[in-house]
């Protein structure tokens, strides 16, 4: 499925060649830092708004909602991200016959929230 991506901006999986996917290429999780200027400055704004709550949601914390993302309160414990992110990636590893795509975006949720949570959340 290399003719996809998925775009952490809307949470869904794009076909490469699309209207939307032109549009959204920027918000992929596998680049889009090619356009500079005010794009990389938009692409880190949606990965600190809505990058983290597609983060949420791939590592299965699809009910928590933290305004504004980056500084509020109501994180999961450091722990519970991790934990959640042990049985995410030990359930899609390659190795182990899961999906590779799959496996991509749970590495990239929790390189997201490892980046971006609160030092004291």
Do not use: N
Not at 15 to 24: P, V
Not at 60 to 72: E, L, N, S
């Amino acid at each position: 499925m290399a003719d996809r991506y998925f775009c952490f901006a809307c949470g869904h999986d794009h076909r490469i060649g699309s209207s939307i996917a032109r549009d959204h290429k920027r918000y992929s999780i596998e680049g889009g830092h090619e356009s500079g200027g005010i794009f990389s400055d938009l692409r880190e704004f949606y990965l600190q708004t809505k990058g983290i709550d597609a983060a949420f949601r791939i590592l299965g914390f699809a009910d928590v909602r933290i305004h504004p993302p980056r500084f509020g309160r109501g994180w999961p414990s450091r722990a519970a991200i991790e934990k959640a992110y042990r049985e995410h990636a030990r359930r899609l590893h390659p190795d182990s016959g899961g999906d590779p795509r799959e496996f991509r975006k749970v590495q990239w949720a929790i390189e997201v929230l490892r980046r971006y949570r609160p030092p004291d959340a």
